[in-house]
């Protein structure tokens, strides 16, 4: 995925919906088809509004787009992108840059795939009696209203990540594509350090009293409270970090961050933590550490 940093939220999962239609329909590749059924799925983005609005349906966008191809057996391993795609993505990034924006959203999807109308996305608009056009154009106009999707990357550089911490919200957000869910949530970063042995808090979150199977079940029914955006953490995590001591943002900086916000202390408590004894052993742990 070219640029695969600045992809936000909503255009990765947009991505991983076509990579699921390639193996679903058994296509030899992804093409742009895919692609733009792929931000049609992706509910609450941005380019999936757009589409939506155009009286496109899931359903007969990928009966459309499941023609396309010839099915190939056995499936494919792995899903490959024709170059269409790829010029297709270097596109997007292109428009994403033109515009100002510090993330390529599902919008600049849309943007890419009709500005050159590259690969087989022509074709499905022409069989749903749309023209591409009209798409770039309505994605053009949401643009100018101020439409837009969250930027997690911009959150992400300016909290100064260590490399640790990095890798942990990298996998919160592959978790939240995963299940496909509108955020990256509280509740995916929770999991996430709850496992990551690698970090200093693993022992304090193992023996803290939370519930990893109600954890795991209360994502899996997409709790609200689980959903709520980490993007506020990572706003003010340096901060916290700072206040500390560090110019950079750990694991357990994270931890303590969502210790002190009151979504994450509702969150923390929800699964069965004691937020004042785990913020005092946390507090005491990362002065010692100081020390």
């Known amino acids: 995925m070219l640029g695969h940093n600045r992809y936000s939220h909503h255009a990765r999962r947009a991505l991983s919906h076509a990579r699921a239609l390639v193996i679903r329909f058994r296509h030899p590749h992804m093409d742009t088809a895919h692609l733009l059924v792929g931000v049609l799925l992706t509910s609450g ?3 999936g509004q757009v589409l939506f609005e155009l009286d496109i349906t899931p359903e007969i966008a990928q009966r459309h787009c499941k023609m396309l191809l010839p099915r190939i057996e056995p499936p494919p391993d792995e899903v490959y992108h024709t170059a269409e795609v790829d010029e297709t993505l270097a596109l997007a ?11 390529v959203g599902t919008e600049h999807l849309l943007l890419g795939i009709t500005r050159t109308n590259a690969g087989n996305a022509s074709t499905l608009l022409r069989l749903l009696n749309v023209s591409p056009e009209h798409v770039r154009f309505r ?11 969250p930027d997690l990357q911009l959150a992400k550089r300016n909290a100064h990540l260590t490399e640790l911490s990095r890798r942990v919200i990298t996998a919160a957000e592959q978790l ?3 299940l496909d869910h509108p955020m990256v949530g509280l509740g995916h970063l929770l999991l996430v350090l709850l496992n990551e042995e690698r970090s ?17 079940a209360g994502l899996d029914a997409e709790d609200r409270v689980l959903l709520l955006s980490i993007e506020g953490i990572l706003n003010f ?13 750990g ?6 961050t969502m210790l002190f916000d ?25 002065r010692s550490k100081r020390g």
Do not use: K
């Open 93 to 103: 990034s292109d428009e994403a840059t033109w515009l100002g924006h510090h993330y």
């Open 251 to 256: 694991s357990e900086h994270l931890l303590l």
């Open 176 to 178: 939240a594509v995963t």
């Open 139 to 149: 994605a053009r106009t949401a643009l100018n209203r101020g439409a837009a999707e």
């Open 45 to 47: 983005s941005v380019g």
């Open 237 to 249: 995590a340096l901060d916290r970090a700072e206040s500390m001591g560090s110019h950079y943002t």
């Open 262 to 286: 009151p979504s994450g202390i509702s969150v923390l408590e929800r699964y069965g933590v004691h937020t004042d004894d785990m913020r005092r052993r946390l507090e005491v742990q990362l």
């Open 200 to 216: 200093s808090t693993y022992s304090l979150l193992q023996n803290s009293g939370l519930d990893e199977m109600r954890l795991r």
